[in-house]
């Protein structure tokens, strides 16, 4: 059975950071890309960042560019997002994908981003 399990969500100011990890299991997870998708309260699911399976193609939404970085450890089955210089605009709820590239098979359940002073 697949799990896909978020982890770093919750509170941080303006301006600060956050790392969010994934946890996976119950598939080959070499051989899939993953991804980080976000939805905020009354606005569309956005794609946050996508990296192939061997992580040697990365893609980002404009709106995180120079600011999150996406990268995966193959060696034990994480998928992480370090989010800096955060801004209330990221409010979200971050989910971790896998097996896609425009449309993803497994989903994970989310963690809660909130930034706010």
């Known amino acids: 059975q697949v799990h896909l399990v978020e982890t770093g969500g919750g509170l941080v100011q303006p301006g600060g950071s956050l790392r969010l990890s994934c946890e996976a299991s119950?598939?080959?997870?070499?051989?899939?890309?993953m991804g980080w998708y976000r939805q905020a309260p009354g606005k569309e699911r956005e794609l946050v960042a996508k990296v192939n399976s061997e992580g040697r193609i990365t893609i980002y939404a404009d709106s995180v560019k120079g600011r999150f970085t996406a990268s995966r450890d193959n060696s034990d089955h994480t998928f992480s997002l370090q989010m800096t210089s955060l801004k209330p605009d990221d409010t979200a709820v971050y989910f971790c994908?896998?097996?896609?590239?425009?449309?993803?098979?497994?989903w994970g359940q989310g963690t809660q981003v909130t930034v706010s002073s």
């Open positions: 994908v896998a097996n896609g590239w425009e449309n993803w098979i497994y």
């Open positions: 119950g598939f080959t997870f070499s051989a899939y890309a």
